[in-house]
Each structure stands twice: as C-alpha cells, then as structure tokens.
C-alpha cells in the first residue's frame, strides 16, 4: 500500500510560478508510476502529468506541456510538479496519484489528499 501526502499549493499571481511535492510512505514506490491530476468544482478530475517508475518517461495534457515539468526522486520517495508561466485557469485542487498501468494512467490505484493552488489574475 502507498500513502501519498501533497505540499506546496498556494496562492500565485498570474506568471508565477510554484513547486508542488508528493512524499510517498511505503517501500514500493519506486515501482509506481506517478502522476499528478487536477479538478475545479463541478467538473472532472482531469490529468495534468505522468511520470514512468524509473523517471525515463513523461506524459503531459496539451494544456500544460512547456510551462509544466514531472520529475521524481525514488531515493525520497517523492514527485514533483514544477508549474511555471501560471494562469488562472491552472486553479483547481492537484492530486499525487500512484499509477501501476502506463497505458491506463487514468486507473489510479493511490491518490493523495489534494493540495489547493489558486492563480490570481
């Protein structure tokens, strides 16, 4: 089992830019794929960013590809989000979320709490 705890939400202005961390517990972390999603009240949760176990392999929505970047450290268990060029649209709840099928990242089998981030304009 994964338990999974996001950090690093906030507020930011519009252009900014925040770190988002996923400390993973649990021993088989490194044989997760992780990936981080994102929902605003009312609609779906949608995916935001994936990253392979071994970190060879990334995945973005066309959304967020060239201001977003997935990077992991298995040594300490941990995922990032690094969210850079900000926009008000990027404000929703962000989810850490353990994957153990590539080709299915959608079929989440660990999920985080959530952390808020909010883009002001």
């Known amino acids: 089992q994964v338990q999974l705890v996001e950090s690093g939400g906030g507020l930011v202005q519009a252009g900014g830019s925040l770190r988002l961390s996923c400390a993973a517990s649990g021993r088989t972390f490194n044989t997760y794929h992780m990936g981080w999603f994102r929902q605003v009240p009312g609609k779906e949760r949608e995916f935001v960013a994936a990253?392979?176990?071994?970190?060879?392999?990334?995945s973005y929505a066309g959304s967020v590809k060239g201001r977003f970047t997935i990077s992991r450290d298995n040594a300490k268990n941990t995922v990032y989000l690094q969210m850079n060029s900000l926009k008000p649209e990027d404000t929703a709840v962000y989810y850490c979320?353990?994957?153990?099928?590539?080709?299915?990242?959608?079929?989440?089998?660990?999920w985080g709490q959530g952390t808020q981030v909010t883009v002001s304009s």
């Open positions: 979320a353990a994957i153990d099928d590539w080709n299915r990242l959608r079929e989440v089998d660990y």
């Open positions: 990253i392979t176990w071994n970190g060879g392999l990334k």
